[in-house]
């Protein structure tokens, strides 16, 4: 019960952190945030956790590779958006089930890649051509504005959020985040 209550905790002031960033997202400069080194594995998991009530009612299959050591300078709450934003989208996407893959690792010198990867039915050219504009959605109840604040916020602290279909030839999406690590 306590590390729910702390996880409770966490997301009220989460959300705390939405609204205020929502309400001065004209001025963006201004609120980054508190910036702390992240470990990316906790913070999957963490993730994983508030997304798990989705994912017990279907039947995807999550897999974990999850190789990055470096722990990438952002604020963590932030991060967390990103991820459970794209973790539900990526559910949402797998009606009928799937496989759910989040992996992450070590880029370069410096740099930290995190990619969430389903076997939905993928994004086509179309949609990846406008996915990252405001209210552009799939979704019969989405505003279509969760991919443009999770790219805002990742590119704030000189990050990138990158859409594309599956390379592999397997049906699905694959959802890159690109940050600078610590050396």
């Not at 799939?138 to 959020?161: C, F």
Request: hydrophobic letters at 45%; aromatic letters at 4%; charged letters at 25%.
């Amino acid at each position: 019960v306590r590390a729910e209550l702390k996880l409770a905790d966490e997301q009220v002031e989460r959300m705390r952190l939405i609204v205020t960033q929502l309400l001065q997202f004209a001025r963006p400069r201004e609120y980054a945030g508190y910036v702390e080194a992240v470990d990316v594995t906790a913070l999957v998991d963490a993730s994983l956790l508030l997304a798990g009530h989705l994912l017990a009612r279907s039947q995807i299959d999550v897999v974990r590779e999850l190789c990055a050591t470096r722990r990438p300078a952002i604020n963590r709450n932030e991060l967390q958006q990103v991820l459970v934003n794209l973790l539900v989208n990526a559910i949402h996407a797998m009606e009928n089930g799937g496989t759910l893959t989040l992996a992450s690792r070590d880029v370069g010198e410096t740099g930290v890649e995190i990619t969430v990867t389903d076997t939905g039915p993928g994004l086509g050219a179309e949609l990846l051509a406008e996915l990252f504009q405001p209210f552009v959605t799939r979704k019969k109840d989405g505003t279509g504005l969760g991919l443009w604040i999770s790219r805002t916020i990742v590119e704030r602290y000189a990050g990138e959020l990158l859409a594309a279909d599956r390379a592999d030839g397997t049906p699905g999406a694959v959802f890159t985040i690109r940050l600078r690590g610590d050396a």
